[in-house]
């Protein structure tokens, strides 16, 4: 037994000169493309700079082959796929590396070259590279198959393309994605629905993380992503959140082997705090109640235990808020179904008051979820600095404040900002004109009323939340209709005001119209007769032309040249354009809303 113990150290040291991981050091291959000279789009500064930096690096870490284009349109760029995917037949690692502009069609991604135009929508089959496209390109390397995707900037070609089909979705950012292919994992700049930043620097906060991080020396694949989400989350202020998809095995998967050096005479205690961290940090990834369980059967006590059933607590939350709404929609479907069909009083009334006391307790888990979500930021945030300022340390006993939760990678957001966030996207969509201050008064809850009507949703609009923000921001353009009143104009997104020119003034059809002078009025000085009889008649005609109330009567006078009925003089704008409303109409909300289904009908009388 003695002699086995004084062995351990040389059985260690010829471990490591052999190379503790031979399946991880075999070829490895890249290819880095850039765009950034588009020809059809304002140019991009950084993704050159970009993929020079990632080309020196790759090429640094000893990749058999490190393959850099720039600039590339779509047929070359198909060509250097195709070769790229020969190079991969015989390697174990092959890594993509893509900066420039992207764009998400129907929830599928493309890489755009730089002769692209998008002038439709259905343009980006033909002459965008589909995400599918560069999978196939890394799909024979037989260990690791890695895409990196600096390509979440916010795309000028969404803006003007057109649509040939209006239901045809086309959103911010990239769209989430989820490798079919064993060993492959996608790598965004910016979690899906999100865009990146390009930084005040010469490459952007991505792609300096990856610089520093992604070729450590035996650092776990996964553990690499960790550290650069950790950096630029904040470089970002917690604005830009990198994300990866897909899923490895148990065994660590560095893109470079660990050197062989001399080991030491004893080899050095493991830090279990360091296990704990990562089986946390992966249990993070997976995110749901299953994998919190399984880490606490694990590591049942500690400061990652608490934050582990902190994220329990937050599922349970969640999970809570969609039950109550569930149970809200169908009570107040009983009780519109009870009312349609005409049942007794006793039953509607029963039914209206479960439907109240299903909106009181969804109400009631919506804030409790808030609250949790909220708390739950501070305490992930608490965690990240720990890590920001002792990476390989971690704290034994320190507790997580009661009653917090681990919901998000974000710190905590405090209501005022969440308000300001909310008034932010509802005046993008044209639901909120006044000024994003963080006050949710009657204004805000009128305008997030108003995204409800048109939207189709239900948002309780007596406070701004989490759910509110999130669903106004899955509205890529425009919700609210823009509606203005006589004397005003359609002006982008504004109403202005209609100004003519002198002797002319906005008629009824909100035109200017040349005045025509004022006949004086005279009455004879010697003729007097008793118009008694034709009083009546002529009121009569007055009140049809003016007021459009008596119907023949009114038709008669039209038809007999009476002056014509005043028209509302708005201006109706929805999704498809703007158009001036009818003469002798006007706008009224009558209910229902949302997407394809206007709620104001034009009445006219």
């Known amino acids: 037994m003695r002699n086995l113990l004084r062995l ?81 037949r015989d390697a174990d690692i092959a890594v993509v590396y893509y900066a420039g502009h992207g764009i998400e069609v129907e929830g599928s991604n493309y890489l755009i070259p730089v002769d692209a135009r998008l002038e439709r929508d259905t343009d980006v089959y033909d002459e965008a590279l589909s995400l599918d496209r560069i999978l196939v390109a890394v799909e024979p390397a037989k260990q690791l198959r890695l895409v990196i995707l600096d390509a979440c900037r916010d795309n000028p070609f969404g803006k003007t393309m057109k649509r040939t089909v209006a239901s045809r979705g086309i959103g911010r950012g990239l769209a989430q994605v989820e ?39 035996g650092l776990d694949v996964r553990r690499a992503f960790g550290f650069v989400r950790d950096d630029v989350l ?24 660990v050197k062989a050096v001399a080991a030491a005479p004893v080899a050095p205690a493991p830090n279990p705090q360091a296990d704990v961290r990562r089986d946390y940090e992966l249990s993070l990834q997976v995110g749901n109640r299953a994998a919190w369980e399984a880490f606490l059967a694990q590591h049942p006590d500690g400061f990652y235990a608490n934050l ?6 937050k599922i349970g939350a969640e999970q809570a808020h969609a039950a109550a709404t569930e149970k809200a929609k169908q009570a107040e479907a009983e009780r519109d179904r009870l009312a349609a069909l005409g049942a007794q009083k006793d039953a509607q009334a029963k039914a209206a008051a479960d439907a109240k006391a299903a909106e009181q307790a969804q109400l009631v888990a919506q804030k409790a979820k808030e609250q949790a979500q909220q708390q739950a930021a501070a305490a992930e945030q608490q965690r990240v600095n720990l890590a920001a300022t002792a990476p390989s340390a971690a704290p034994v006993s320190t507790a997580s404040p ?29 639901c909120f004109s006044g000024q994003a201050d963080g006050n949710w ?14 939207a189709g949703t239900k948002l309780d609009v007596k406070m701004a939340s989490t759910d509110a923000l999130d669903a106004v921001k899955s509205k890529p353009s425009r919700v609210c209709p823009l509606v203005c009143q006589h004397g005003f104009k359609a002006d982008g997104d504004k109403c202005t005001r209609i100004v003519c020119r002198d002797g002319y003034a906005v008629n009824d059809d909100n035109e200017c119209e040349k005045q025509r002078a ?16 034709e009083r009546p008649a002529r009121q009569r005609r007055q009140a049809g032309g003016a007021t459009g109330r008596y119907g023949a009567a009114a038709g008669i006078a039209a038809a007999a040249g009476a002056s014509r009925p005043s028209g509302g003089g708005q201006v109706y704008c929805n999704n498809t354009g703007c158009r001036p409303v009818n003469r002798g109409c006007h706008l009224e909300y009558r209910g229902g809303g949302g997407p394809g289904n206007d709620s104001n009908a034009e009445v006219c009388y």
């Open 8 to 88: 351990c150290p040389l059985l260690l040291a010829l471990a490591l000169l052999l190379g503790a991981g031979p399946a991880f050091a075999g070829k490895r291959v890249a290819l880095v493309l850039a765009n950034s000279a588009y020809q059809h789009a304002p140019p991009l500064t950084n993704p050159v700079n970009d993929g020079a930096v990632m080309a020196k690096t790759l090429k640094e870490a000893g990749f058999d082959i490190v393959e850099s284009r720039r600039d590339l349109s779509a047929l070359d760029t198909r060509r250097v796929l195709r070769d790229f995917a020969d190079a991969t």
């Open 179 to 217: 490798p079919t292919s064993p060993n492959t994992l996608i790598a965004y700049s910016a979690k899906a629905g999100f865009t990146a930043q390009d930084g005040d620097g010469a490459n952007s906060p991505f792609t300096v993380a990856l610089s520093k991080h992604l070729t450590t020396p």
């Open 234 to 257: 904040k470089s970002t202020g917690n604005k830009q959140e990198p994300f990866v998809y897909g899923s490895l095995g148990g065994e660590d998967v560095p893109l470079v082997p």
């Open 308 to 313: 582990a059933k902190l994220q329990l607590e």
């Open 402 to 430: 009661a009653g917090t939760n681990v919901a998000s990678l974000t710190p905590a957001t405090a209501p005022a900002d969440l308000s300001r966030s909310v008034q932010t996207e509802l005046g993008r969509v044209g």
């Open 441 to 454: 008064n009657t204004s805000s809850q009128r305008s997030l009323s108003q995204f409800n009507r048109y």
């Open 518 to 533: 004022a006949k004086p009025a005279t009455k004879p000085a010697s003729v007097k007769r008793d118009d008694s009889e």
